[in-house]
Protein backbone atom coordinates (compact mmCIF):
# COMPACT_ATOMS: atom_id res chain seq x y z
CA UNK A 1 0.00 0.00 0.00
CA UNK A 2 3.22 2.46 0.32
CA UNK A 3 2.77 3.56 -3.55
CA UNK A 4 -0.90 4.68 -2.55
CA UNK A 5 0.12 7.00 -0.14
CA UNK A 6 3.06 8.87 -2.00
CA UNK A 7 -0.13 9.55 -4.70
CA UNK A 8 -2.55 10.50 -2.50
CA UNK A 9 -0.30 13.34 -1.12
CA UNK A 10 -0.69 15.49 -4.43
CA UNK A 11 -4.28 16.24 -3.28
CA UNK A 12 -2.88 17.82 0.25
CA UNK A 13 -0.22 19.92 -1.28
CA UNK A 14 0.23 22.66 1.33
CA UNK A 15 2.72 26.06 0.95
CA UNK A 16 5.01 24.18 3.73
CA UNK A 17 6.63 22.57 0.46
CA UNK A 18 9.87 24.18 -0.23
CA UNK A 19 10.22 25.32 -3.89
CA UNK A 20 13.24 27.53 -3.74
CA UNK A 21 16.10 27.19 -6.78
CA UNK A 22 13.03 26.21 -9.48
CA UNK A 23 11.57 27.71 -12.04
CA UNK A 24 9.36 30.74 -10.55
CA UNK A 25 6.47 29.99 -12.89
CA UNK A 26 6.34 26.45 -11.92
CA UNK A 27 6.97 27.22 -8.62
CA UNK A 28 4.10 29.85 -8.35
CA UNK A 29 1.67 27.62 -10.36
CA UNK A 30 2.15 24.67 -7.59
CA UNK A 31 1.97 27.34 -5.16
CA UNK A 32 -1.73 28.66 -6.17
CA UNK A 33 -2.50 25.27 -6.80
CA UNK A 34 -1.31 24.35 -2.78
CA UNK A 35 -3.16 27.42 -1.74
CA UNK A 36 -6.75 26.64 -3.24
CA UNK A 37 -6.78 23.00 -1.84
CA UNK A 38 -5.63 24.12 1.63
CA UNK A 39 -8.55 26.80 1.66
CA UNK A 40 -10.82 24.01 1.49
CA UNK A 41 -13.20 22.71 4.70
CA UNK A 42 -13.08 20.10 3.31
CA UNK A 43 -13.24 17.38 0.24
CA UNK A 44 -15.01 14.72 -1.54
CA UNK A 45 -12.60 13.19 -4.27
CA UNK A 46 -13.48 10.61 -7.28
CA UNK A 47 -10.30 9.44 -8.54
CA UNK A 48 -8.67 6.67 -10.63
CA UNK A 49 -5.23 5.24 -9.69
CA UNK A 50 -3.27 2.96 -12.44
CA UNK A 51 -0.16 0.98 -11.39
CA UNK A 52 1.33 0.22 -14.40
CA UNK A 53 4.87 -1.46 -15.40
CA UNK A 54 6.65 0.01 -18.02
CA UNK A 55 9.10 -2.35 -18.70
CA UNK A 56 6.33 -5.26 -19.21
CA UNK A 57 3.66 -2.87 -20.26
CA UNK A 58 1.40 -4.45 -17.37
CA UNK A 59 -1.35 -2.49 -15.91
CA UNK A 60 -3.68 -2.16 -12.62
CA UNK A 61 -6.55 -0.07 -12.42
CA UNK A 62 -8.75 0.84 -9.81
CA UNK A 63 -11.55 3.73 -8.83
CA UNK A 64 -11.53 5.13 -5.39
CA UNK A 65 -13.43 7.47 -3.19
CA UNK A 66 -11.79 9.51 -0.87
CA UNK A 67 -13.32 12.41 1.96
CA UNK A 68 -11.34 14.36 3.32
CA UNK A 69 -11.50 16.63 6.62
CA UNK A 70 -8.59 18.03 8.65
CA UNK A 71 -6.95 15.22 9.79
CA UNK A 72 -10.02 12.81 9.34
CA UNK A 73 -11.16 10.91 6.47
CA UNK A 74 -13.26 7.93 4.68
CA UNK A 75 -11.22 6.15 1.84
CA UNK A 76 -13.25 3.15 -0.11
CA UNK A 77 -10.56 2.02 -2.26
CA UNK A 78 -9.00 -1.45 -3.25
CA UNK A 79 -12.16 -3.55 -1.82
CA UNK A 80 -11.53 -1.78 1.70
CA UNK A 81 -12.92 0.96 3.61
CA UNK A 82 -10.60 3.19 5.51
CA UNK A 83 -11.93 5.07 8.46
CA UNK A 84 -10.09 7.80 9.98
CA UNK A 85 -11.32 10.07 12.97
CA UNK A 86 -7.90 11.45 13.90
CA UNK A 87 -7.00 8.69 16.36
CA UNK A 88 -7.41 5.71 14.92
CA UNK A 89 -8.21 4.64 11.14
CA UNK A 90 -10.51 1.03 11.02
CA UNK A 91 -9.72 -0.64 8.34
CA UNK A 92 -12.37 -2.57 7.03
CA UNK A 93 -12.50 -5.59 4.14
CA UNK A 94 -15.91 -6.99 3.73
CA UNK A 95 -14.41 -9.46 1.34
CA UNK A 96 -12.77 -10.89 4.47
CA UNK A 97 -15.26 -10.03 6.69
CA UNK A 98 -12.89 -8.65 9.06
CA UNK A 99 -11.64 -4.94 10.67
CA UNK A 100 -8.42 -4.17 11.83
CA UNK A 101 -7.05 -0.99 13.53
CA UNK A 102 -3.64 1.33 12.77
CA UNK A 103 -2.93 3.79 15.14
CA UNK A 104 -3.35 7.21 12.94
CA UNK A 105 0.18 8.09 13.72
CA UNK A 106 1.92 5.05 11.77
CA UNK A 107 4.23 5.96 9.24
CA UNK A 108 4.01 4.01 6.24
CA UNK A 109 0.06 2.39 6.96
CA UNK A 110 -1.93 5.54 7.33
CA UNK A 111 -3.82 7.98 5.56
CA UNK A 112 -2.74 10.89 7.79
CA UNK A 113 -2.23 14.36 5.94
CA UNK A 114 0.57 14.93 8.25
CA UNK A 115 2.34 11.95 7.89
CA UNK A 116 1.78 11.59 4.22
CA UNK A 117 3.16 15.19 4.08
CA UNK A 118 6.37 14.47 5.88
CA UNK A 119 8.20 13.27 2.55
CA UNK A 120 7.15 16.25 0.49
CA UNK A 121 8.38 18.65 2.95
CA UNK A 122 12.28 18.25 2.26
CA UNK A 123 11.84 20.02 -0.76
CA UNK A 124 11.36 19.50 -4.73
CA UNK A 125 12.46 21.55 -7.66
CA UNK A 126 10.18 22.28 -10.10
CA UNK A 127 10.10 22.79 -14.04
CA UNK A 128 7.09 23.74 -16.46
CA UNK A 129 7.10 20.30 -19.00
CA UNK A 130 4.18 21.69 -21.90
CA UNK A 131 0.49 21.46 -22.32
CA UNK A 132 -2.24 19.23 -23.34
CA UNK A 133 -5.72 19.60 -24.27
CA UNK A 134 -7.73 16.93 -21.98
CA UNK A 135 -11.16 16.72 -22.57
CA UNK A 136 -11.32 20.18 -23.42
CA UNK A 137 -9.39 21.58 -20.66
CA UNK A 138 -6.04 22.30 -21.34
CA UNK A 139 -3.45 21.01 -18.50
CA UNK A 140 -0.02 22.77 -17.19
CA UNK A 141 2.33 20.16 -16.63
CA UNK A 142 5.02 20.71 -13.96
CA UNK A 143 8.45 18.17 -13.33
CA UNK A 144 9.08 17.99 -9.80
CA UNK A 145 12.31 16.64 -9.44
CA UNK A 146 13.92 15.47 -5.54
CA UNK A 147 16.10 18.13 -4.97
CA UNK A 148 18.04 15.27 -2.75
CA UNK A 149 19.00 11.72 -3.84
CA UNK A 150 15.66 9.68 -3.72
CA UNK A 151 15.83 5.97 -3.34
CA UNK A 152 12.59 5.11 -5.00
CA UNK A 153 11.15 8.50 -6.72
CA UNK A 154 12.92 9.60 -10.28
CA UNK A 155 10.29 12.30 -11.12
CA UNK A 156 6.65 13.63 -10.69
CA UNK A 157 4.23 15.07 -13.23
CA UNK A 158 1.71 17.55 -11.45
CA UNK A 159 -1.31 18.40 -14.05
CA UNK A 160 -2.62 21.40 -13.15
CA UNK A 161 -5.70 23.29 -14.53
CA UNK A 162 -4.46 26.44 -16.46
CA UNK A 163 -7.53 28.01 -16.19
CA UNK A 164 -8.06 27.74 -12.27
CA UNK A 165 -5.38 26.10 -10.64
CA UNK A 166 -6.83 22.67 -9.37
CA UNK A 167 -5.18 19.36 -9.62
CA UNK A 168 -6.10 17.62 -12.52
CA UNK A 169 -3.63 14.22 -12.58
CA UNK A 170 -0.46 13.53 -11.27
CA UNK A 171 2.32 10.80 -12.25
CA UNK A 172 5.07 9.50 -10.15
CA UNK A 173 7.92 7.35 -11.73
CA UNK A 174 10.42 5.58 -10.02
CA UNK A 175 13.69 4.54 -10.72
CA UNK A 176 12.33 0.43 -11.05
CA UNK A 177 9.69 1.59 -14.12
CA UNK A 178 6.65 1.68 -11.70
CA UNK A 179 4.24 4.31 -13.15
CA UNK A 180 2.00 5.77 -10.38
CA UNK A 181 -0.97 7.64 -11.98
CA UNK A 182 -3.52 9.50 -9.56
CA UNK A 183 -6.23 10.87 -11.71
CA UNK A 184 -9.30 13.35 -10.47
CA UNK A 185 -12.17 12.61 -12.07
CA UNK A 186 -14.21 14.69 -9.69
CA UNK A 187 -13.68 16.72 -6.71
CA UNK A 188 -16.28 18.63 -4.51
CA UNK A 189 -15.49 21.10 -2.22
CA UNK A 190 -16.86 22.80 1.51
CA UNK A 191 -19.64 20.83 1.21
CA UNK A 192 -22.30 19.64 4.79
CA UNK A 193 -20.49 16.50 5.95
CA UNK A 194 -22.13 14.24 8.35
CA UNK A 195 -19.56 13.52 10.85
CA UNK A 196 -20.81 10.20 11.45
CA UNK A 197 -18.99 8.78 7.88
CA UNK A 198 -15.56 9.27 10.21
CA UNK A 199 -16.61 7.32 13.30
CA UNK A 200 -16.27 3.27 12.93
CA UNK A 201 -20.14 1.93 14.55
CA UNK A 202 -18.55 -1.28 16.11
CA UNK A 203 -22.23 -2.49 16.68
CA UNK A 204 -23.10 -2.20 12.56
CA UNK A 205 -19.92 -4.47 11.83
CA UNK A 206 -21.38 -6.93 14.88
CA UNK A 207 -24.19 -6.91 13.53
CA UNK A 208 -22.74 -8.30 10.31
CA UNK A 209 -20.69 -10.92 12.20
CA UNK A 210 -17.66 -9.48 11.08
CA UNK A 211 -14.13 -10.37 12.73
CA UNK A 212 -12.95 -7.16 14.86
CA UNK A 213 -9.50 -7.29 15.03
CA UNK A 214 -8.23 -4.80 18.38
Known amino acids: MKYIFTVLVAVLFTGNIQSQNSSNKASDLVDKMSAKIDSYKNMSIDFVYTLENL ?126 SFNLIKLVSDTDINEKQFIFDQSYYEQKNYTINK
Do not use: C
Open 55 to 180: SDNSKDEEEGFIIIEGDKYRLSFMGNTFINDGTQVAVVSDEEEEVNFLESSDDEDSFSPSSMLKSYREGYSFELSGKKVLNNITVQYIKAIPKTDNETISYIMIGINAKNNELVSLDEYSKDDIKI
